[in-house]
């Protein structure tokens, strides 16, 4: 099986399977190639299935595809055009595009336009929370993250959000921006930053609970 190994300063192998199928492999830097081989392959069954199950819910940018933004879904609709733009009329999401077929230009186009119209609600919540994280938040972005839902970079104040926040419940963007917001306040994850985030958010595992369901 083809995979991608990163050799790192760590104590075990650690499998990951990408949201595109992709294996992902870290692995201590003394550990040879072969036992690597050898994990791997006590791993197949597992892995095949996780990749069935991303195959079959991979959303592939077709027309009539349902799209989910938050707690709405919105019907795909490809239409050529001789610019990008992308737009909603009623329950159809409208993507107007010269390349019809470029599935990862499509998926760009249709993220760029929710992380648009999500900055009024990513303002409310930094509004929410101003009187405890005093801290200027100096950008939010939206990427394409495998590993995780959020990022900070606590030294320029700086967060990202996994894209895949889209589709899950609105209140799991909140939680996941909230964490990354404590941050700005504790770096790490001890016990100030834990009681920091229930005092602000008391049903943090609860939701939780439904970002990663």
């Not at 001890?190 to 008391?202: H, I, K, W």
Request: charged content about 25%; hydrophobic content about 40%.
């Amino acid at each position: 099986m083809q995979y991608l190994l990163t050799k790192k300063r760590i104590k075990n192998i650690i499998l990951r399977v990408d949201r595109y199928g992709n294996i992902k492999i870290s692995a201590p830097i003394w550990v040879k190639n072969d036992v690597i081989d050898r994990f791997i392959n006590s791993k197949r069954e597992w892995i095949e299935s996780r990749q069935n199950a991303i195959k079959n819910n991979l959303t592939k940018y077709i027309n009539g595809e349902k799209i989910s933004y938050f707690e709405n879904t919105y019907t795909l609709n490809l239409i050529y055009f001789n610019r990008n733009k992308v737009n909603i009329i009623d329950d159809v999401l409208n993507v107007y595009t010269t390349d019809l077929l470029n599935t990862k230009k499509i998926e760009k186009l249709i993220f760029g336009f929710f992380s648009k119209i999500s900055n009024a609600y990513i303002n409310e919540i930094l509004y929410k929370y101003k009187n405890v994280i005093t801290r200027d938040v100096k950008s939010i972005k939206f990427r394409n993250m495998t590993s995780r839902w959020g990022s900070c970079s606590t030294r320029a104040a700086t967060i990202r959000l996994n894209t895949c926040l889209f589709k899950k419940p609105r209140i799991c963007l909140e939680y996941v921006l909230l964490h990354e917001l404590v941050h700005l306040v504790y770096a790490n994850h001890g016990r100030d930053f834990y009681n920091l985030l229930e005092s602000l958010m008391p049903n943090w595992r609860k939701i939780r609970d439904i970002l990663e369901s």
